[in-house]
Structures are given as C-alpha cells and as structure tokens.
C-alpha cells in the first residue's frame, strides 16, 4: 500500500473512496460534460466558417452584447448591494430582521415567468415605479434598463448568501485594535473589514453573472425584445430553433458558454490573486 492510499484511507471520513469517486465522476460525466459535448458536436456539424458566420452576424453580436454587458452591470450592482445587505443583516439588530433575510432568498424560489410579469407590471409605464419615472422621462420596461433590473433582481441573492457566513466569522479584535491604534471609521472599512471579503464578494459576483447571461423567463416579458436594442442571446437561440436551425442556434450556444467561461475564468483568476495577497 502506498503513502498515498494510507492517507487517504486513515483521512476519509466516507468509507469506499473509489466507489465514491466513480459515482461522482460519472455523475458529472452524464448530467454536465455529456450535454456540453453534445452541443459542441452539434455545433461542430457547421464547420469553422459556418460557425463564424452564424455567431457574426449583426443581430446576433448585438444579443451577445446585451447579454453578457447586462449580466456583468447586474453582477457588480448586486456585488456592491449584496455586502450592504449581508452587513445590515449581521451586524445589526431590528424588527422584522428574519422577514428581510428569508426575503433574500424569495428570487430562488420565485418562478422565473411570475417574476418577469411581476417586474413588467412594476416598472411599466402605468406601474407604481414605472410610472413616476415615466413622468422624470426614464422608461424602464420594455428597454434594456428592465433587462437590468430583471438580472438584478435574480442575482441578488448570490452575494448576499456568499458574505454572510464570512462577515458572521470575522472577529472583532481587528477592529477594536485598529480603533485603539487611532483609525478612524472609513480606514477600518477599507484596510480591515473590507480586505477578507472581497474574495467572497467576487464569488457571490460571478455567481449573480453566471445565472444572468443564462436568465430566460424574468427578461423575455420586460425586455421588450427589439433586435439590435433589448433582445438577449436566450431569446434569439430559441428563435432559431422554433426555425429548425438547430446547428446555429447550437452555435450561438457554444460562444455563449465559452464566453462565460473566459469571464468566470478571469473572475476566479482574479479572487485568486486577492487571496495570496492578503494571505487568506
């Protein structure tokens, strides 16, 4: 028996460690590597230059821009509301605290289709927002700005549940000795507090894009869906299907999920490099 599986046989908690990683293994073999091979091949059936040619088109790059130019505006909103949130909820004390905590969580559990209608009667013109905003000559509904506020509103919750658990462990001695030290409020903002959560800020961020450059149901009622202006990549792939192009819309497809890769990427990329710096 080597070193190797000794340790691993004195340190697993679970018994039956290659039974355990088979299952495992397999499991995401079938339910996320087999579909993204699936649509890979699928897309391949075009060829190099019909995929370049079907994802360039001027619709379509306009789709991809709102899309992920969406999520990544969501993400960073949702990132910056999400610490704000996640502090008030720790750190303070107030009536109808635990109501606002399991309201956080209502986009998770909301329909996808209800929130989108729920949005659209909101922020339209005869809403209760949308109609003072109408009247100050902001539209909201049916514009790229009610795509924004679709995406805000279902990536809430992902900052918010990353922060949490940090901001609970975060001793206060930090704090007391920098307040000893001669700090004021905003230097132990910036230089103690804020430092260790940035990497779970990231992470809630990138979780909030993820599900935004995906999001069908909240977006397709209040975007208004004008090529060029306010259509999301979804939408068009599942006009190309209904047209029977299952190559392109395959295409389409295959950039979105590489693109989101590259970003999710440099995201952790990034949080990475946070945590060697602060030693975290």
């Known amino acids: 028996m080597t ?32 579909p993204l091979t699936a649509l890979a091949a699928k897309a391949a059936g075009l060829g190099p230059m019909g995929i370049i ?19 990544l505006m969501a993400a960073a909103i949702n990132a910056m509301l999400g610490l704000l949130i996640a502090w008030v909820l720790v750190r303070y004390s107030f009536p109808g ?14 329909p996808t289709a209800v929130a989108g209608i729920a949005l659209t009667a909101l922020y339209a013109d005869t809403g209760w927002l949308g109609a003072p905003l109408s009247a100050l000559g902001i539209d909201v509904a ?11 509103f279902v990536g809430l919750p992902f900052p918010v549940r990353t922060l949490q658990p940090l901001l609970l462990e975060l001793e206060g001695e930090a704090e007391e000795a920098a307040l000893i030290l001669g700090a004021n409020s905003w230097q132990i903002w910036w230089r ?34 004008m090529p060029g202006i306010s259509e999301i990549v979804p939408l068009l792939i599942v006009f190309r299907l209904e047209q029977f ?15 989101a890769f590259l970003i999710l990427l440099a995201i952790n990329l990034t949080e990475y490099w946070v945590r060697r710096r602060h030693g975290t």
């Open 3 to 34: 070193a190797l599986a000794f340790t691993l046989k004195r340190n697993s908690v679970i018994p039956g460690f290659g039974v355990s990683l088979g299952v495992t293994i397999l499991y995401l073999g079938v339910i996320v590597l087999l």
């Open 245 to 259: 192009d299952y190559a392109g819309a395959a295409a389409i497809a295959s950039v979105m999920l590489m693109g």
């Open 53 to 71: 040619a079907s994802v360039s088109e001027p619709r379509v790059l306009a789709a991809l821009r709102v899309s992920f130019g969406s999520a």
């Open 142 to 152: 049916y514009t790229p700005l009610g795509i924004l506020a679709a995406l805000i």
């Open 97 to 110: 605290r635990r109501v606002v905590d399991a309201l956080v969580d209502l986009p998770f559990a909301l």
């Open 192 to 225: 103690v507090i804020l430092p260790p959560l940035i990497p779970a800020m990231l992470t809630g961020a990138a979780l909030a894009f993820a599900r935004g450059v995906g999001e069908y149901g909240s977006v397709i009622f209040i975007a208004g869906n």
